[in-house]
């Protein structure tokens, strides 16, 4: 049980945040490119009830990614559809890079002030908590960036694969969106995907943004995905 509620603590809130600010990013560039779909449906808000799923919350703790539910863009109203919607589709994975990103200088930051001589200090104590919040962000929002980007729909770099590829290889590529999800979990599952490429991909994103402090994000991963 105290295991659990490290985790939870820990974890929740950098999260939570990275999904919503995820989902939040599409329904927000749909909008500026024409789509008011999200905003009527109160999408538009950094409330995660208004985008939690319940299992894809879940898979947080349990497999170290999860998922919202998605923000509804209708294509249509987009006011140049293929290029907008890769736009769209980007704007998830470039808001979990930018979350690293920030996270990952705070981190620095933090270690710096805490411990300003090489020895631990009680500050350093203080800071522990968010310490540990900000290097599981940059190690969840690195992770649903790079997830995300795997060219299969409805994945976010499905859909901008389709908005680059010429209209014929684009409309056959559309159509393996309703076999996309059974595609992913095969992927994952089934394949070393992720041993031999979105791991490699991660700890090199990890390496770059944290420095010194990568060693202490991977830590605190793995403690947390015990």
């Given at each position: 049980m105290?295991?659990?509620?490290?985790?939870?603590?820990?974890?929740l809130?950098?999260?939570?945040?990275?999904?919503?600010?995820?989902?939040?990013?599409?329904?927000?560039?749909?909008w500026r490119?024409g789509?008011?779909?999200a905003?009527?449906?109160?999408?538009?808000?950094?409330?995660?009830?208004?985008?939690?799923?319940?299992?894809?919350?879940?898979?947080?703790f349990?497999?170290g990614?999860?998922?919202?539910?998605p923000?509804?863009?209708?294509?249509?109203?987009?006011?140049?559809?293929?290029?907008?919607?890769?736009?769209?589709?980007a704007?998830?994975?470039?808001?979990?890079?930018?979350?690293?990103?920030?996270?990952?200088?705070l981190?620095?930051?933090?270690?710096?002030?805490?411990?300003p001589?090489g020895?631990?200090?009680?500050?350093?104590?203080?800071?522990?908590?968010?310490?540990?919040?900000?290097?599981?962000?940059?190690y969840?929002?690195?992770?649903?960036?790079?997830?995300?980007?795997i060219?299969?729909?409805?994945?976010?770099?499905?859909?901008?694969?389709v908005?680059?590829l010429p209209?014929?290889?684009?409309?056959?590529?559309?159509?393996?969106?309703?076999?996309?999800?059974?595609?992913?979990?095969?992927?994952?599952?089934?394949?070393?995907?992720?041993?031999y490429?979105?791991?490699?991909?991660?700890?090199?994103?990890?390496?770059?943004?944290?420095?010194?402090?990568?060693?202490?994000?991977?830590?605190?991963?793995?403690?947390?995905?015990?």
């Amino acid at each position: 049980m105290e295991n659990f509620l490290l985790k939870l603590s820990v974890m929740l809130v950098p999260g939570l945040l990275a999904i919503t600010c995820h989902e939040v990013s599409h329904g927000f560039i749909a909008w500026r490119f024409g789509d008011p779909t999200a905003r009527m449906m109160g999408r538009l808000t950094l409330n995660p009830l208004k985008h939690l799923d319940i299992i894809g919350t879940l898979m947080i703790f349990f497999i170290g990614i999860g998922w919202a539910k998605p923000v509804p863009v209708v294509y249509e109203n987009l006011r140049n559809p293929r290029r907008d919607m890769i736009w769209v589709a980007a704007a998830g994975p470039i808001t979990n890079f930018t979350l690293a990103t920030v996270s990952a200088l705070l981190l620095r930051a933090l270690v710096a002030i805490g411990n300003p001589a090489g020895s631990a200090s009680p500050l350093a104590l203080f800071l522990e908590p968010l310490v540990m919040m900000l290097a599981f962000s940059v190690y969840i929002n690195l992770l649903l960036a790079i997830f995300n980007l795997i060219p299969v729909p409805p994945l976010d770099g499905g859909r901008v694969m389709v908005g680059l590829l010429p209209y014929r290889q684009a409309a056959a590529w559309a159509r393996i969106e309703p076999y996309g999800m059974i595609i992913i979990i095969v992927l994952v599952f089934f394949t070393n995907i992720f041993s031999y490429v979105i791991s490699p991909v991660l700890n090199f994103g990890i390496h770059l943004l944290a420095g010194p402090q990568s060693g202490l994000v991977l830590g605190v991963t793995r403690l947390m995905m015990r």
